[in-house]
């Protein structure tokens, strides 16, 4: 196959229109990045104590809401699990930032250093260093423990890592980063959730944002000139990624931890038409977004179906 040139990929355009200038969309990057960026360690209050009363994710977002379980817990059991499911999930962000941190190394690797695009892969990069560290922070301060994904996926995201396409990368990157940051946006301006976790929650809106238009860009343009073989196998492993993804979104322990049954809780989720109402809506500006470029071609809409992420 002929070598794309940047000349050529100005040229093409997918179905959301012409493909943006690569230099040109780091550059504005960079420049928010210098607007709007934030040290954790100083803006947010880590010695402040646990408020009463007041949740630590939205009720409606925790994995029990409006089934026959949740109806059976009192409201303190229920803020509890809360606390424990906001722990589950920083612990899974800390886990996906983590193996984005090391794609994104790989990304640039063969790439020109001086690039305005290379400069903004490793400002991303020093974001998710910021945002994994507040992650384990707020973990600490909640009291509860950490909530690492089963040996089985830690040690599958080896091969990701290694084997990973660059399209499959930077798809497995927004699968990571979307369908939390919907519902980050309803927890940051939530004043029933306490204030850390807001103050958590807004600084990663703010600046994943910047994280999720670099990923989207850059994967559109990888859909348009990556081989066939590439874009196939990355409609393949993003359909597992989502799969990964959905089974390792609560860690089980979590029910354990607040006196549940772990079995029945588990049965309830999966049953519960809530649950998958709120994980479908979460994920729909990325499947919407997948669609329309590819992604979901072939296999790897069934494969997203059977996520449980895709209507």
């Given at each position: 196959?002929?070598?794309?040139?940047e000349?050529?990929v100005?040229?093409?355009?997918?179905?959301?229109?012409?493909?943006r200038?690569r230099?040109?969309?780091?550059?504005r990057l960079?420049?928010?990045?210098?607007?709007?960026?934030?040290?954790?360690?100083?803006e947010?209050?880590?010695?402040s104590?646990?408020?009463?009363?007041?949740?630590?994710?939205?009720?409606?977002?925790?994995?029990?809401?409006?089934t026959p379980?949740?109806?059976?817990m009192?409201?303190?059991?229920?803020?509890?699990?809360?606390?424990?499911e906001a722990?589950?999930?920083?612990?899974?962000?800390?886990?996906f930032?983590?193996?984005l941190?090391?794609l994104?190394?790989?990304h640039?690797?063969d790439r020109?250093?001086?690039?305005?695009?290379?400069?903004?892969?490793?400002?991303?990069?020093?974001d998710?260093?910021?945002?994994?560290m507040?992650?384990?922070?707020?973990?600490?301060?909640?009291?509860?423990?950490?909530?690492p994904v089963p040996r089985?996926?830690?040690?599958?995201?080896?091969?990701l890592?290694?084997?990973?396409?660059?399209?499959g990368?930077?798809a497995?990157t927004l699968?990571g980063?979307?369908?939390?940051d919907?519902?980050?946006?309803?927890t940051?301006p939530?004043?029933?959730?306490?204030?850390?976790?807001?103050g958590?929650?807004?600084?990663?809106?703010?600046?994943?944002a910047?994280h999720?238009?670099?990923?989207r860009?850059?994967?559109?343009r990888q859909?348009v000139?990556?081989p066939?073989?590439?874009?196939?196998?990355?409609?393949?492993?993003c359909?597992?990624a989502?799969?990964?993804?959905s089974v390792c979104?609560?860690?089980?322990?979590?029910y354990?931890?607040v006196?549940l049954?772990?079995?029945?809780?588990?049965a309830?989720v999966?049953?519960?038409?809530?649950?998958?109402?709120?994980m479908?809506?979460g994920a729909?500006?990325l499947?919407?977004f997948?669609d329309?470029?590819?992604?979901l071609?072939?296999?790897?809409?069934?494969?997203?179906k059977r996520?449980?992420?895709?209507a």
């Open positions: 196959m002929t070598p794309v040139t000349l050529d100005q040229l093409l355009r997918d179905a959301l229109g012409p493909l200038d230099e040109q969309i780091a550059e960079l420049d928010s990045s210098a607007k709007h960026s934030f040290d954790p360690d100083k947010l209050d880590w010695d104590a646990i408020e009463d009363g007041k949740w630590f994710w939205p009720p409606e977002l925790v994995s029990l809401y409006d379980l949740w109806r059976r009192s409201e303190e059991q229920r803020m509890d699990l809360s606390r424990h722990a589950s999930l920083a612990s899974l962000g800390i886990w930032e983590i193996i941190m090391q994104l190394v790989r640039i690797y020109p250093v001086t690039s305005n695009h290379v400069r903004y892969a490793l400002t991303e990069i020093a998710e260093c910021r945002h994994s507040m992650f384990g922070r707020m973990i600490t301060w909640s009291g509860t423990p950490d909530y089985v996926y830690h040690n599958l995201a080896r091969v890592k290694t084997i990973s396409t660059t399209p990368s930077f497995a699968l980063e979307e369908i939390l919907w519902m980050q946006r309803l940051f939530d004043e029933r959730v306490q204030t850390l976790v807001r958590v929650t807004r600084i990663h809106v703010v600046e994943e910047r999720v238009r670099y990923a860009e850059e994967l559109r859909m000139t990556a066939r073989w590439e874009r196939e196998l990355t409609r393949l492993s359909g597992e989502a799969r990964v993804f979104f609560v860690n089980p322990r979590v354990e931890n006196g049954d772990r079995h029945e809780a588990v309830q999966k049953a519960s038409g809530h649950r998958a109402e709120v479908q809506s729909k500006r499947t919407d997948f329309d470029i590819g992604v071609n072939g296999v790897g809409r069934r494969l997203w996520s449980g992420l895709l």
